[in-house]
């Protein structure tokens, strides 16, 4: 069963893009183009985007502890290390979520 398949319908109705766009458990989801139901990212996605966000959320921490550790000669790269994990945190799980994991009804169904 292919993870760009529809957990109601049993049609792959998801591509990379849409995928990545639908989001995790806690998201509003993306519509199934065949049967209508909302879906989303299952739980490995959410782990993952869970324990990715606090490694980088760590990263950041101490790149603003220790600062000295980022500073080349006379520049200190400290600022564009902070600005990358956290791009990196809205990033990161999105493009894992367009190749990886299987997905799952949104249980979040009336918006
Ligand atoms: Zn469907």
């Known amino acids: ?3 760009y398949t529809c957990p109601h319908c ?10 990545a766009l639908a989001g995790q458990m806690n998201s509003r989801g993306r519509e199934c183009s065949e049967c ?3 879906c989303v990212n299952g739980k490995g996605a ?9 490694i980088a959320f760590a990263g ?5 502890l220790h600062p000295e550790n980022f500073a080349v000669g006379d520049v200190n790269y400290e600022i ?12 990161i799980p999105r493009l ?16």
């Open 36 to 38: 209508g139901t909302r």
């Open 60 to 64: 950041v921490v101490y790149t603003y």
């Open 80 to 91: 564009f290390v902070v600005a990358g994990l956290i791009i990196s945190i809205f990033l």
């Open 46 to 54: 959410t782990i993952f985007n869970a324990v990715y966000t606090l």
């Open 96 to 111: 894992v979520n367009a190749f990886c994991f299987k997905m799952t009804e949104a249980i979040r169904l009336n918006y």
């Open 10 to 19: 049993g049609e792959k109705t998801f591509n990379p893009l849409t995928k």
């Open 1 to 3: 069963m292919s993870i």
